[in-house]
């Protein structure tokens, strides 16, 4: 068992010699060989701390594992630390499944105990069982590449020396060994989708092929390979693709999409969504596939709501990644006088002063000062608006002028509007109207300055990438 376990870790550079390790041990077959065969490693000469938790499932048994690990740790003379958590209080105030409730626990556990001995990793039993389950159950959920990866060999700090492992062998080395193990009374309960897939699907598809665990855990392992090359290629193509805002929202070059490979293009999407929202948890294959079919159809404009009150909208030649709040928000701000103004969603500063000439920068507009009125309302679109475009005669609804410019629907609530007197002086980065205009050259005009204007940045990122 040590010379399979060995292959495993130096694939994958799991351990270097001397390294202090915190082993997580729920007094399982898996987890206990995991310590054993730590222990036995001595030519790594690692430094152990067995950590183990109980998440308040199951009280009579619960005390019962920690005795037993506790034991264990004092057989080996390592020193042992554990926890006790209310898994479904977690759960309650987390909106997590019970499993995944459990598991957010126990690696913050175990995260804890490697920083309270300053360890340099943390080692879990996860086997070749665990992979194949793993594959299997995210393949029925309809998981994509990312999914089927299964559970890594190595994350961060992280590693499971045991992934490559049967548990049949696992439970053949104890008992050759002479070491017992507990057993867990909830791997038997076939509320979990995982203990359905162990005790009913897996023993019938080994009826058809034998090695049926090991062509899951090899599938897993293939693609996490493959994941992590479109991933980094995927990478690249975010900063060309997308234009940040406040780590809120990314507003996409749809045509440039298009161009894309289709895996990569399924990748940007995903790395897009985990961006803004921190994970993908709720994100599935068929969301990732319904956005893309989308952003590749005929259709104009559409959107589709994602969990987590998250948002992905196409207009024209642009679309976004956002939370439906930013999209749907309402502002309204007021300025009295000149300075500088920092608003959630308008930053500008207002300025008197005689100018010569008048720049054509969109972030700029220049308004005669006899025909401004304090004070300037700063608003985001209403249905009805209307205003004269600079060098037209004729009133033209706001709405018909987005349409013209070609400005997509999830983007005209964060174009801001100045009034004054409750008319429309400028589209904020676009139009001055045609009453407010400067008309004679050395007379008193007010400049407003946007910062970032959102409709001016996304065109000049687009020129920059043409």
Known sequence: MLNPVRKTINKFSMLTPGE????????????IALLYILTDLQDYALNLIVAHINHGLRPREAKRDAE????????????????????????????????????????????????????DKIATGHTLDDQAETVLMRFIRGSGLLGLSGIPPVKDNIIRPLIEITRSDIEDYLKSKGID????????MKFFLRNRIRQELIPKLLTYNPSVKETLARTGYIASVEEDYIRTNAKKCLAKLFTNYGGEELVGDLNYYKKLPIAIKYMVLRLA???????????????????CELLLSDEPSGEITLPDKML??????????????IVKCKYTYSVNSTGVY???????????????????????????????????????????DRFIPFGMKGVKKVKRFFIDEKV?????????????????????????????????????????????????????????KV
Request: net charge positive.
């Open 68 to 119: 037993f690990v506790r034991k264990i740790a004092n057989k080996l003379d390592r020193p042992f630390e554990l926890r006790e958590v209310d898994v479904l209080e977690f759960k309650k105030n987390s909106n997590l499944s019970t499993e995944d409730a459990a598991r957010n626990l126990r690696y913050k556990f175990l995260k804890e105990v490697l920083g309270k001995y300053r360890a």
């Open 181 to 188: 193990w507990v057993e867990d009374s909830t791997n038997r």
């Open 312 to 325: 992905v909208a196409k207009g024209y030649d642009l679309f976004t990644i956002t939370k439906k709040s």
């Open 20 to 31: 202090s390790v915190v082993v997580g041990v729920s007094g399982g077959a898996d987890s």
């Open 273 to 291: 969504i985990e961006e803004i929202r921190g994970d993908l948890k709720g994100i599935s294959l068929k969301h990732i596939s319904s956005i």
């Open 408 to 464: 997509p629907r999830f983007l005209r609530n964060r174009i801001p509007i100045f009034t004054s007197s409750g008319e429309i002086m400028w589209i904020g980065g676009m139009r001055v109207d045609e009453r407010f205009k400067v008309r004679n050259k050395n007379q008193e005009v007010i400049t407003i300055r946007l910062v970032k204007p959102i409709w001016g940045e996304l065109h000049a990122n687009r020129n920059d």
């Open 342 to 384: 920092k608003f959630p969603h308008a930053e500008f500063d207002v300025q008197i002063s005689k100018v010569n000439s008048l720049t054509s920068e969109k972030c700029s507009g220049y308004f005669d000062f006899k025909s401004v009125e304090f004070p300037i309302e700063i608003r985001n679109f209403h249905h009805g």
